[in-house]
């Protein structure tokens, strides 16, 4: 993933061609835009971030408007780009849920894939709880947990909304991760069977018996058709680019198609749920036929 003195170079390099595209060299661009000589080469070396005004005229310049949607989506992702999880919950995780929560109100179609673990709009409290506990103590911030829940469970709020509509694709591994006690995701994949039946919702499961389309090295959301995020270990990515975000949308299409859904989504569920009884309650068990 790309830090943010990466993002700038890439930026610097790609105004760098456009320019030699052009036929211009560094002067002859600082001068067309009565610029200093050292501005030019500041922006290219990715050692200055350039204004949209300044892109906008840069491509003016180089007569590479054509250009411009996608220059200042790259821009404009320098910003967002690399947020690392010290500075995102530096104010809690109840701020950081609200900030999630405003960006899924205004889109009206949002999609995951997560390989790993349940989808924050699907978790119960109990499962959240863990989750976020686990953040709040690898990143040693402020610990607002309860708050942090409460904030989780009000965005869930945006399911029952008219308008917004939601696509979900999860690995088998998600629900049988014990990122928490057993009963506690036995409860949470009960939610997630219940959740499968909204009239807006999609909840497909890749079982460990399918052939992957690609490997899932990573979660990500897609949200409508002008952001992607993705989370690491150390940060969350944002993409704004539109072939960055056409990619996504491809590899949520593979994904898509290696899951099942419906009635076969509800039994594979089922028969987790039973795996986890048989082996954490075993007790429970001894009275059932073979």
């Known amino acids: 993933m790309p830090n943010p003195r990466q993002a700038r170079e890439a930026l610097g390099a790609r105004l760098r061609e456009l320019r030699k595209d052009a036929g211009l060299n560094g002067k002859q661009l600082a001068q067309t835009l009565r610029w200093q000589a050292t501005k030019v080469s500041r922006i290219e070396l990715g050692k200055q971030t350039p204004t949209e005004d300044d892109v906008r005229a840069w ?18 992702g320098l910003e967002l780009a690399y ?61 607002d947990l309860e708050d942090g829940l409460m904030a989780r469970m009000e965005r869930q709020e945006i399911l029952y909304r008219p308008g917004h509509r939601f696509h979900f694709v999860l690995t088998e591994a998600a629900i049988r991760n014990l990122l928490c006690p057993p009963e506690v ?23 460990f018996s399918a052939r992957l ?9 897609i949200y409508g058709t002008q952001l ?14 539109p072939e960055e975000i056409a990619l996504y949308a491809k590899i949520f299409g593979l994904m898509q198609h290696a899951a099942v859904y419906g009635k076969a989504a509800r039994a594979l569920m089922t028969d987790v749920l039973d795996d986890l009884a048989a082996a954490h309650f075993p007790e429970e068990h001894l009275g059932e036929p073979s």
């Open 213 to 221: 389309p690609k490997s899932p090295v990573h979660g990500f959301w």
């Open 228 to 241: 992607v995020t993705v989370e690491t270990f150390a940060a969350e990515l944002s993409l704004t680019q």
């Open 59 to 76: 491509l003016g310049a180089c007569d590479a408007t054509d250009q411009q949607p996608s220059v200042i989506a790259q821009l404009r």
């Open 185 to 207: 995701l036995m409860g949470q994949i009960e939610r997630l069977i219940a959740s499968a039946t909204l009239p807006n919702v999609a909840l497909g499961i890749i079982p």
């Open 83 to 143: 947020a690392a999880w010290q500075r995102q919950l530096r104010t809690g995780t109840r701020d950081r849920q609200r900030q999630i929560a405003s960006i899924e109100a205004e889109t009206d179609l949002v999609r995951g894939f997560e390989p790993a673990t349940v989808p924050g709009l699907f978790q119960t409290r109990e499962y959240a709880r863990h989750i976020m506990a686990q953040s709040i103590a690898v990143h040693e911030v402020t610990n």
